[in-house]
Protein backbone atom coordinates (compact mmCIF):
# COMPACT_ATOMS: atom_id res chain seq x y z
CA UNK A 1 0.00 0.00 0.00
CA UNK A 2 1.56 3.36 -1.04
CA UNK A 3 -0.54 5.55 1.18
CA UNK A 4 0.76 3.58 4.58
CA UNK A 5 -3.65 4.06 5.69
CA UNK A 6 -4.63 1.15 8.32
CA UNK A 7 -7.52 -1.04 7.76
CA UNK A 8 -9.79 -2.33 10.18
CA UNK A 9 -13.23 -4.66 9.96
CA UNK A 10 -15.82 -3.20 12.43
CA UNK A 11 -16.88 -5.67 14.69
CA UNK A 12 -20.53 -4.15 14.79
CA UNK A 13 -21.19 -4.31 11.01
CA UNK A 14 -18.08 -6.45 8.88
CA UNK A 15 -17.88 -3.14 7.10
CA UNK A 16 -13.87 -2.50 6.29
CA UNK A 17 -12.59 1.22 7.40
CA UNK A 18 -9.80 2.77 5.78
CA UNK A 19 -7.69 4.90 8.65
CA UNK A 20 -4.74 7.01 7.66
CA UNK A 21 -2.01 7.17 10.29
CA UNK A 22 -2.97 10.84 11.25
CA UNK A 23 -6.74 9.69 12.21
CA UNK A 24 -5.57 6.50 14.30
CA UNK A 25 -5.41 7.98 17.46
CA UNK A 26 -8.91 9.77 16.95
CA UNK A 27 -10.94 6.84 18.37
CA UNK A 28 -11.95 6.22 14.38
CA UNK A 29 -15.57 5.34 13.99
CA UNK A 30 -16.94 2.73 11.52
CA UNK A 31 -18.02 4.91 8.35
CA UNK A 32 -21.32 2.55 8.04
CA UNK A 33 -22.53 1.73 11.58
CA UNK A 34 -20.76 4.36 13.39
CA UNK A 35 -19.79 1.84 15.70
CA UNK A 36 -16.19 2.60 17.46
CA UNK A 37 -13.29 0.60 15.65
CA UNK A 38 -11.09 -2.15 17.84
CA UNK A 39 -7.81 -0.64 16.88
CA UNK A 40 -6.64 -3.85 18.67
CA UNK A 41 -7.74 -5.63 15.87
CA UNK A 42 -8.85 -8.74 18.10
CA UNK A 43 -10.24 -11.37 15.99
CA UNK A 44 -13.84 -11.40 15.32
CA UNK A 45 -15.83 -15.00 15.15
CA UNK A 46 -17.56 -14.74 11.66
CA UNK A 47 -19.98 -17.20 9.49
CA UNK A 48 -19.85 -17.94 6.13
CA UNK A 49 -21.23 -15.46 4.34
CA UNK A 50 -19.30 -12.85 6.47
CA UNK A 51 -16.04 -14.37 5.32
CA UNK A 52 -16.95 -14.89 1.60
CA UNK A 53 -18.04 -11.01 1.89
CA UNK A 54 -14.31 -10.03 3.40
CA UNK A 55 -12.20 -12.22 1.49
CA UNK A 56 -13.69 -10.53 -1.44
CA UNK A 57 -12.94 -6.78 -0.43
CA UNK A 58 -10.35 -6.96 1.67
CA UNK A 59 -7.61 -4.83 0.12
CA UNK A 60 -5.26 -5.83 2.80
CA UNK A 61 -4.43 -10.00 3.43
CA UNK A 62 -7.37 -11.99 5.76
CA UNK A 63 -6.11 -14.22 8.00
CA UNK A 64 -8.55 -17.09 8.80
CA UNK A 65 -8.39 -19.47 11.90
CA UNK A 66 -10.21 -22.40 11.46
CA UNK A 67 -11.38 -23.94 14.41
CA UNK A 68 -13.85 -25.43 16.80
CA UNK A 69 -14.90 -24.97 20.43
CA UNK A 70 -14.07 -28.95 21.64
CA UNK A 71 -10.43 -28.69 19.86
CA UNK A 72 -7.89 -28.69 22.53
CA UNK A 73 -5.12 -27.69 19.63
CA UNK A 74 -7.49 -24.44 18.47
CA UNK A 75 -7.92 -23.36 22.27
CA UNK A 76 -4.30 -23.60 22.78
CA UNK A 77 -3.90 -21.77 19.86
CA UNK A 78 -6.58 -19.22 20.45
CA UNK A 79 -4.37 -16.49 22.39
CA UNK A 80 -1.17 -16.56 19.60
CA UNK A 81 -3.96 -15.86 17.16
CA UNK A 82 -4.82 -12.67 18.94
CA UNK A 83 -1.45 -11.63 19.09
CA UNK A 84 -0.58 -12.20 15.98
CA UNK A 85 -4.16 -10.00 15.13
CA UNK A 86 -2.76 -7.28 17.93
CA UNK A 87 0.93 -7.43 15.35
CA UNK A 88 -0.42 -6.80 12.44
CA UNK A 89 -3.72 -4.23 13.08
CA UNK A 90 -4.26 -2.31 10.30
CA UNK A 91 -2.00 -4.37 7.99
CA UNK A 92 -4.14 -7.71 7.76
CA UNK A 93 -7.65 -8.29 9.44
CA UNK A 94 -7.83 -11.85 11.11
CA UNK A 95 -10.52 -13.39 11.63
CA UNK A 96 -12.22 -17.02 13.25
CA UNK A 97 -14.84 -18.90 11.72
CA UNK A 98 -16.52 -21.97 14.28
CA UNK A 99 -16.64 -25.03 12.08
CA UNK A 100 -19.21 -26.38 14.12
CA UNK A 101 -21.44 -23.28 13.52
CA UNK A 102 -20.28 -22.22 10.32
CA UNK A 103 -19.11 -25.04 7.82
CA UNK A 104 -19.87 -24.13 4.25
CA UNK A 105 -16.67 -22.75 3.59
CA UNK A 106 -14.78 -24.87 5.64
CA UNK A 107 -16.10 -27.65 3.32
CA UNK A 108 -16.11 -26.04 -0.06
CA UNK A 109 -12.13 -25.61 0.48
CA UNK A 110 -11.98 -29.52 1.75
CA UNK A 111 -10.92 -28.47 5.66
CA UNK A 112 -10.52 -31.94 7.23
CA UNK A 113 -8.55 -30.98 9.97
CA UNK A 114 -8.60 -27.92 12.75
CA UNK A 115 -7.33 -25.96 13.41
CA UNK A 116 -6.52 -24.98 9.94
CA UNK A 117 -4.92 -21.57 9.00
CA UNK A 118 -5.36 -20.02 5.82
CA UNK A 119 -4.28 -17.01 4.25
CA UNK A 120 -6.34 -14.77 1.58
CA UNK A 121 -5.06 -11.92 -0.87
CA UNK A 122 -6.92 -10.85 -3.22
CA UNK A 123 -10.26 -13.11 -2.96
CA UNK A 124 -8.04 -16.25 -3.21
CA UNK A 125 -6.04 -18.57 -1.13
CA UNK A 126 -2.00 -17.55 -1.11
CA UNK A 127 -0.83 -19.56 1.90
CA UNK A 128 -2.51 -22.76 3.78
CA UNK A 129 -1.41 -24.80 6.99
CA UNK A 130 -3.42 -27.58 8.79
CA UNK A 131 -2.63 -28.27 12.58
CA UNK A 132 -1.73 -25.31 15.36
CA UNK A 133 1.40 -23.89 15.00
CA UNK A 134 2.73 -20.96 17.41
CA UNK A 135 5.53 -18.24 17.26
CA UNK A 136 8.08 -17.85 14.64
CA UNK A 137 5.96 -20.14 12.30
CA UNK A 138 2.56 -18.78 13.10
CA UNK A 139 3.82 -15.32 12.16
CA UNK A 140 5.88 -16.37 9.45
CA UNK A 141 2.76 -17.48 7.57
CA UNK A 142 1.01 -13.98 7.48
CA UNK A 143 4.48 -11.48 7.56
CA UNK A 144 5.35 -12.49 3.94
CA UNK A 145 1.84 -11.64 2.49
CA UNK A 146 1.91 -7.99 4.59
Known sequence: MSDKSSFFRCHQCGG??????????????????????DLAASPADIDDAALRRLIKSSPVPVFVDFW??????????????????????????????????????????????IPTLLVY??????????GAVMGKALDALLAAHV
Not at 19 to 36: H, S, T, Y
Not at 121 to 130: A, D, H, L, T, Y
Open 16 to 37: LNRIPPERLGEGPVCGRCRAQI
Open 68 to 113: APWCGPCRMLAPHIVELAQRYAGRAIVVKVNTDAANEVASSLGIQA
Open 121 to 130: RGGKVIERQS
